[in-house]
């Protein structure tokens, strides 16, 4: 039997929609619109393309858009003197440093600058802490997105066991908490788990954020269970091809006929992480000018 692809392309499209909604009444509200900065340093092909989209889906949901590209060598303070002077604007609800930055550049250092009110990618001490307490708080896009996947397909996840692989601060860390909040019990997975593919077999949830192409194979999959791929990896090019093909740390032609559900690569997580991100944007507007949100409305 094969399984339910979870399809993350549609389920972003509707989320869109309903921040798109949501941004109108928040215009009406606040007098005016929810703004969203995102700054670009240096001139990273695949970075240029993420900050692009990102502006444009901004727009198209009717929220404001910022956008800062700094040239290659900007240095550390002109940086951080650019993240306080967004932190003081009152135009802008949300910050996003697009990562990596130049290597010459610290990045934590810039992360932990920009304000937890304004942190729409959640990765600030504070903001990692609040989630850590289960305190209200701003969350990084890709776990959100995939919870959202996960509580869309499965309703309560409350006491299935889900085994994260991968444990970046981006991913498989507020991954794990996300599901520990759901009342899962959660084991996270790494370079030195001891014998992964007997770890993976436990699992009722599989989320594979690791970066290594098709590494979790179909026979490491409980039957039944429901598979979230976050990796994203091209292969090599075919003969006669330019580019090589996107795949996930699943091998999905596997694991599809062991799962109930999973997501594809791409259109499955990859479409979410944008729209949590301008969902983001507009819970932090929200909070900034003090306007209600209906509970669970994003
Ligand atoms: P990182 O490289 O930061 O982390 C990878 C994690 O995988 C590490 O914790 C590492 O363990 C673990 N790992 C590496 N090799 C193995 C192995 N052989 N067995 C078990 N664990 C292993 O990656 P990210 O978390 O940033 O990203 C993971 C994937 O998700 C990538 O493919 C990335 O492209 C993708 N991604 C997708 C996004 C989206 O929008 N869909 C957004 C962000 C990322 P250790 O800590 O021990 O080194």
Redesign the pocket.
Known sequence: MSAQIIDGKAYAAELRSRVAEYAATFTQAAGRKAGLAVVLVGSDPASQVYVASKAKQTVECGMASFEHRLPEDTVQADLLTLVDALNADPAVDGILVQLPLPKHLDEQQVVARISPDKDVDGLTPLSSGRLALGQDGLVPC?PLGSLMLLKDRLGDLSGLDAVV????I???KPMAQLLLAENCTVTV?????RD?PAVVRRADIVVA????PQ?VRGDWIKPGATVID????RLSPEPGQTKGRLVG?VDFAEAVEVASAITPVPGG??PM?IAVLLRNALVAAHRNAGVALTEGAL
């Open positions: 890709t692989i991968g444990r970046s981006l991913v498989g997975a790494h370079s030195r788990t992964l954020a690791v970066g290594r590494m976050v990796g994203i990896n740390d997580v990859g992480t």
